[in-house]
């Protein structure tokens, strides 16, 4: 079956560091997402990403965040200058329509993210 | 602003019996609802969905029911199994609403042996 696949399945980083998530969305898939879950909190959605560009964001996704599909198949979260509040398990998801049209949301296992 | 509850935070039930689980939404623009479950460390997994144009969606041991007067829907497990105890969320979506999906904040189910 199918499946979104994340790298690194847990990284730790020092505060100020750069940190780069990785995710292979489904491979006909054409909407792309990262959610985070916060310890103890709800998931949550930072971004959604179709046809090369940002289609909506949260107020969590502010300037210290971005993302890029580089090649055909990558899609990647990049923190810059992270913080300790950005320990979180980060989950990249697909889905091949958009969230509008009753299609389903595919999420990876999750990237675990550690500040210190 | 929560769109999406899940008052209970947590539910124990016996095996072999129903587990039921609840979720409320506040905005009436959201017309397909989404049930997850989550395993610790693991991502969450797509169990079954509901568009606002059914009250009733079922798959196997699943149900999934919607009451949109009352901004209602429910998941209902029918037998319980031990395998099933992990944090399920409800998650909704709306046509014109936007790219994302609004989860709940879960809720974590327990099924005794």
């Known amino acids: 079956e199918p499946e979104v696949t994340q790298t690194p399945s847990h990284q730790v980083t020092q505060m100020g560091q750069e940190v780069i998530l990785r995710c292979v969305p489904i491979?006909?898939?054409?909407?792309f997402y990262w959610y985070r879950q916060i310890l103890g909190q709800k998931v949550e959605f930072l971004v959604s990403f179709y046809n090369n560009e940002i289609s909506e964001k949260s107020e969590i996704f502010d300037d210290q965040f971005s993302v890029e599909r580089p090649d055909g198949s990558n899609f990647t979260l990049k923190i810059r200058s992270t913080k300790l509040e950005d320990s979180a398990m980060y989950f990249c998801?697909?889905?091949?329509?958009?969230?509008?049209?009753?299609?389903?949301?595919?999420f990876g296992e999750g990237s675990w993210l550690t500040v210190v | 602003d929560q769109q999406v509850k899940q008052n209970s935070p947590s539910l124990s039930v016996q095996e072999g019996r129903i587990s039921i689980l609840n979720c409320d939404y506040t905005n009436s623009m959201f017309d397909y609802f989404l049930w997850y479950k989550k395993y610790p460390a693991e991502g969450p997994t797509f169990l079954i969905s509901?568009?606002?144009?059914?009250d009733k969606n079922e798959d196997g041991r699943f149900t999934v029911f919607l009451n949109k007067s009352a901004k209602h829907l429910s998941l209902h497990i029918v037998p319980s199994q031990p395998g099933d105890s992990a944090v399920y969320f409800c998650a909704a979506s709306a046509n014109n609403y936007g790219q994302n999906f609004v989860f709940g904040p879960g809720t974590r189910l327990s099924v005794l042996p």
């Open positions: 491979s006909n898939h054409l909407y």
């Open positions: 509901i568009s606002s144009i059914k």
């Open positions: 998801a697909s889905s091949g329509g958009g969230a509008y049209s009753g299609n389903t949301i595919y």
